[in-house]
């Protein structure tokens, strides 16, 4: 069965979201054969128990007033693009999330939510390309206020694993890659 399509996150399997699992959805009830394993902020305890279909249509967050990704953090906490309150939902009550250090935030551009490519250390970030690069490695800069060598070797300490890590997007409209960085 294809998995749905999602406008902000368009390859949830990719990024580590949503995973081949024979888990049953705590929402349908059926056994789909994937299960969404990013943040759930709900009181039930929700963790690795729905399937991306009942994210898709909105039944997991109408049935469990369950979020995703924090509302506020879209835009991140208004340090990017505002974007209309339809899109803050679909991106909090119907987007698979993803697992950063801190609580996430999703990347605006264009006046619109961006697609969530992926979580990146130094070496994936080198595969996005120069654009990806230089807007991480500038946010990096600007917030941890180091310069030249210094800031040229704590760069390339990006890890996905370990952190600092970077979290990549892309805006739907320009396609200007973008996105922030955290760590512990
Ligand atoms: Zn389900
Ligand atoms: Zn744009």
């Keep these: 069965m294809d998995l749905p399509r999602f406008k902000y996150h368009p390859d949830p399997v990719a990024t580590g979201s949503v995973k081949a699992s024979e888990v049953q959805c705590a929402c349908c009830r059926q056994v789909r054969g994937y299960i969404y394993t990013g943040p759930v902020y709900a009181t039930a305890e929700l963790d690795e128990s729905l399937c991306p279909w009942c994210l898709a249509d909105g039944t997991a967050h109408e049935k469990f007033a369950a979020s995703f990704v924090d509302e506020a953090g879209v835009g991140g906490y208004d340090q990017w693009d505002a974007v209309p309150a339809e899109v803050v939902a679909e991106v909090a009550h119907r987007t698979p999330g993803f697992t950063g250090w801190q609580q996430e935030q999703w990347w605006t551009h264009c006046g619109d939510a961006a697609e969530f490519l992926g979580v990146a250390g130094y070496a994936e970030l080198q595969e996005y390309g120069e654009e990806a690069v230089a807007f991480i490695r500038a946010a ?45």
């Design 140 to 184: 990096f800069s600007e917030e941890s206020d180091l310069q030249g060598q210094e800031l040229d070797d704590a760069f390339q300490e990006f890890d996905r694993d370990h952190g600092p890590t970077a979290y990549v997007f892309r805006c739907r409209h320009c396609h200007k890659l973008g996105g922030y960085w955290d760590c512990h």
